[in-house]
């Protein structure tokens, strides 16, 4: 089955029972690999928002939103604000300049 073109005459003599064979396999794989990035989606997102994954894996459709639970969700996880540099003093210079040196 591998290295044929795709016009190979062995296709055309494969049974239809095993075509649809071929494509449960094929689906049941596209599932499993759906199913494993979402629980990597919710497994990250479970640092930003505990409460939301939580609701996400105990439900078996997975997490319904409305627009102004969405909205507000996005308020809050993506414009955080940039933490302050703390202003590098003449202290922290020197010691970087000795670590630097040793």
């Given at each position: 089955m591998f290295g044929k073109a795709p016009d190979d005459p062995y296709f055309d003599e494969i049974h239809p029972a095993?075509?649809?064979w071929f494509?449960?396999?094929?689906a049941y794989e596209v599932q499993?690999?759906?199913e494993e990035r979402k629980d990597a989606a919710v497994l990250?997102?479970?640092?930003f928002n505990p409460e939301m994954a939580?609701?996400?894996?105990g439900s078996d459709d997975g997490l319904r939103l409305t627009d102004e639970q969405f909205d507000r969700s996005y308020e809050e996880h993506v414009n955080v604000p940039e933490p302050k540099e703390e202003p590098v003093t003449r202290r922290r210079r020197r010691?970087?300049?000795?670590?630097k040196d040793a």
């Open positions: 095993v075509w649809q494509f449960e396999s094929w499993l690999s759906a990250t997102g479970a640092f939580r609701q996400i894996w010691r970087r300049r000795l670590a």
